[in-house]
């Protein structure tokens, strides 16, 4: 059975077990993972006077234990020579499956929760039978899961969020006011992992089947039966992993942790596990996914671009994992089996851990004591946190913000939340813990960023909503146009176009979003009025250009006579144009949203009709400047309009955005 229990075999002497200074360099030597944990630690300490306090600390634990959660499930996988590519899917689906049957369907919240875990079981068991007894490799297998359980999440609920109920939402608070529950189910999660992998027989096997399958099945292991053991476990973590996060968030996202399932295995890797096989244990997980919190915490606090945060994380995995690889090969040796030698390594390995916790707390607490109150600035301080960056209409929301923030001397920071609401909602808890006068958000789902927003509120910081509001949640100001009269205006203008009767193709936003549901209710609303206009299909296209292209030429197969397509935003819109070719603007009639620059431009041009524009930069300029107005204790108005235009080829030249 291969380990990875790896010790010096003399100290810094000579001697064994050498002297607490050669004791201490060993300790963390033989320990990359916990070395790369303290190095940031102490860094983002001094780099940042905000991160080390008591709030920000628990912060960290939060925003890790979703990730880690996950990791104690990929462990039992990666352990074992497998890997699991779906635990986020299945996490979402999890979650969508209690959230759907406790609400919708009326059952009780204890079956529901009963359900949610035999729904990441069972995808457990799937990907275990098609690897074992369908022979399919563990990355296929897990792929194909990974697939199969987001598309079940978006049809359960189709694509919207489905608000949690509130006896499980409590997941997502704190014991005494002050310790999150999140990190309480980590700890326990995290201590269960450490005895299965440690003490029982299937912890032992998987072990044996990850540093040799062949030769654990001739010693008498049945291998099949264990794997489908393994890839249950991991399934059955994912499913609370995706209570914790709906918890966190009062709703069941069907677009919830995606990626997630790289920074789970990630963490593992990072903790020590090799992806060989064979080695791996649960506190070296723990350590990953606190790395991976505390470097994305950190950067969010230095106010790092999001573009470059994605560079610096992918630098420092490479280099723990590059650390945890040199120290192999430093003269570590593995530890001669016995229990006499264990006893007796036993009083000195404690006196070098405790050796190691005295020294980080006194590097730490000395960092904290320099950096206490180097965060104050005399400059007002706004947090910004938008649902995406990779979308130029919310690039202009920026661009308006920092605009307006440079103006009135204000220090403005730009999170982007890339989409993804637990994210969104990390990020918001950061910039209270950070203490900033006021925070502005444009919320991935208005029900989800309603507990971070509750929190900001207990801290008596006043947030602002811009684009969509916030649900449950007290804000001093709505900056936002209507999405829903958008879309009406952009049904009357393209129905108009075509003389009140035509086929027409739908192009949907990311599904889950509000700004989907919105314009595409409003859309549906004003073709009420035209009975002529018939339309032939709906598909989503994530907002994305590329998505849009390769969608509106798949339709156009099915449907060659389209004389007019609506897309939710202007990226779907130049996508369909694309698509349509020569046809754009002459037979067949585009109509997008948002106002962009490209979009503006395709008016001019006359391959789009018109676009629905919703003159982004004043959104972000109007959001800093009632944000300030709060932070200073002034009156704002609760909601604030920015009106939509119908820009088309008559008016685009007038049009400033």
């Not at 006499?340 to 000195?348: H, R, T």
């Not at 909503?465 to 100001?477: P, S």
């Not at 503006?600 to 006359?606: E, I, N, S």
């Amino acid at each position: 059975m291969a380990t990875d229990t790896l010790k010096s075999t003399t100290g810094a002497s000579g001697a064994p077990g050498g002297g607490a200074p050669g004791g201490l360099r060993r300790l963390l030597l033989d320990n990359g993972a916990l070395t790369a944990l303290i190095i940031l630690v102490i860094a983002m300490s001094a780099l940042s006077g905000d991160f080390l306090t008591t709030d920000n600390l628990l912060n960290i634990g939060v925003q890790a234990a979703v990730t880690a959660i996950l990791a104690f499930g990929v462990t039992f996988v990666i352990v074992s020579a497998g890997i699991d590519l779906s635990v986020g899917s299945v996490a979402a689906l999890s979650a969508t499956v209690l959230a759907w049957t406790a609400t919708s369907e009326g059952v009780p919240v204890w079956i529901a929760v009963i359900l949610a875990i035999a729904t990441g079981i069972a995808c457990g068991l799937v990907n275990g039978v098609l690897i074992s007894y369908g022979k399919l490799p563990p990355f296929i297998a897990t792929l194909a899961m990974l697939s199969v359980g987001r598309g079940l999440s978006l049809v359960i609920s189709q694509g919207s969020p489905i608000a949690f109920p509130d006896s499980v939402s409590h997941l997502g608070d704190t014991l005494g006011g002050w310790l999150p529950v999140p990190v309480l189910v980590m700890i326990v999660l995290g201590l269960v992992t450490a005895v299965i992998l440690g003490r029982t027989y299937i912890g032992r096997s998987m072990y044996a089947i990850g540093g040799n399958e062949e030769a654990a099945r001739l010693s008498g292991l049945r291998v099949k039966r264990q794997k489908l053991a393994i890839y249950a476990l991991s399934g059955l973590f994912a499913a609370a992993a995706g209570i914790v996060l709906a918890s966190r968030l009062s709703s069941a996202q069907p677009q919830a942790a995606q990626g997630y399932e790289l920074d789970a295995i990630a963490a593992v890797v990072i903790g020590g596990a090799s992806l060989a096989g064979g080695t791996g244990k649960a506190s070296g997980t723990l350590i990953g996914a606190l790395i991976l919190a505390v470097l994305r915490n950190g950067l969010n606090l230095l106010s790092v671009s999001a573009f470059w945060q994605q560079v610096v994380i992918g630098v420092v995995i490479a280099l723990a994992v590059l650390l945890d690889t040199v120290r192999r090969k430093a003269g570590a040796t593995p530890v001669t089996s016995g229990a006499g030698g264990a006893a007796s390594k036993k009083g000195p390995q404690m006196v070098k851990y405790g050796l190691a916790v005295v020294l980080v707390a006194a590097v730490v607490g000395g960092l904290s004591i320099f950096n206490n109150g180097s965060s104050s600035s005399e400059k007002p301080k706004v947090g910004l946190s938008l649902s995406t960056l990779n979308n130029p209409f919310f690039v202009q929301i920026k661009e308006g913000a920092q605009a307006e923030a440079k103006k009135l001397g204000a220090d403005l920071t730009v999170t982007d939340a890339q989409n993804d609401a637990s994210q969104q909602a990390n990020q918001l808890q950061n910039f209270t813990s950070e203490g900033v006068d006021s925070i502005i958000v444009n919320p991935v789902d208005s029900d989800a960023a309603g507990p971070s927003v509750r929190s900001a509120n207990k801290s008596d910081i006043p947030v602002v909503g811009v684009d969509r509001g916030v649900n449950k949640a007290k804000t001093a100001a709505l900056v936002a146009s209507d999405n829903v009269e958008g879309g009406q205006l952009g049904a009357k203008a393209l129905a108009e176009k075509l003389g009140g009767k035509g086929k027409i193709v739908i192009l949907q936003g990311l599904a889950g979003t509000s700004a989907s549901r919105e314009r595409g209710a409003g859309f549906e609303e004003g073709l009420k009025a035209y009975p002529g206009i018939k339309v032939v299909a709906r598909q989503p296209a994530d907002f994305d250009r590329t998505k849009g292209l390769d969608v509106m030429t798949n339709l156009l197969q099915a449907h060659p006579d389209v004389q007019g397509v609506f897309a939710e935003n202007d990226e779907m819109a130049l996508g369909a144009i694309k698509a349509l070719g020569s046809k754009a603007g002459k037979s067949v009639q585009v109509i997008g949203f948002d106002g962009t620059p490209d979009g503006l431009k395709a008016v001019a041009d006359g391959t789009m009709y018109a676009s629905v524009a919703q003159q982004p930069k004043e959104l972000g300029r109007i959001a800093v400047e009632n944000a300030l107005r709060a932070a200073d204790g002034k009156k704002t108005e609760q909601t604030v309009k920015v009106p939509v235009k119908v820009v088309t080829s008559k008016n685009v030249a007038d049009f400033t955005g």
